[in-house]
């Protein structure tokens, strides 16, 4: 496998409808959750609060509701179901023989260049 996918855990070690944190790298956390059979990777860092507490949210279907202010997001788009406003960054996710890889983003989180 590629570089650029991280090894992060085992597929049993994600509870459905649960979210767990993890450090992509140095500069990116990301919250990993699971509905049903499918596995999903998102920024762990609301865009609206910048707190990284997404792990923490209620899944219902597929969004997650940040549990500081309630703003939905979809868990494979990012969008709000309004699909206006900002998104949740997601993440490319692969399982390997029950280990779920992520992709690490190209570039840094915020890109302070003029």
């Avoid at 944190?21 to 956390?29: G, I, K, Q, T, Y």
């Avoid at 699909?83 to 840094?108: A, N, Q, S």
Wanted: net charge negative; glycine share 6%; charged share 30%.
């Amino acid at each position: 496998m590629k570089e650029d996918f991280v090894k992060i855990c085992k597929t049993s070690e994600i509870y459905n409808r649960k979210g767990r944190r993890f450090e992509l790298d140095e500069e990116n956390e990301i919250a990993v959750f699971r509905v049903g059979e499918e596995y999903f990777a998102v920024d762990n860092i609301c865009p609206h609060n910048h707190t990284s507490q997404m792990y923490d949210g209620y899944v219902e279907e597929m969004y997650v509701s940040c549990p500081v202010h309630g703003f939905q997001f979809h868990l494979e788009t990012g969008e709000q179901p309004t699909k206006m406003g900002c998104k949740l960054r997601t993440f490319e996710l692969k399982i390997i023989d029950d280990w779920v890889y992520v992709k690490k983003p190209e570039g840094k989180r915020f890109d302070f260049s003029f």
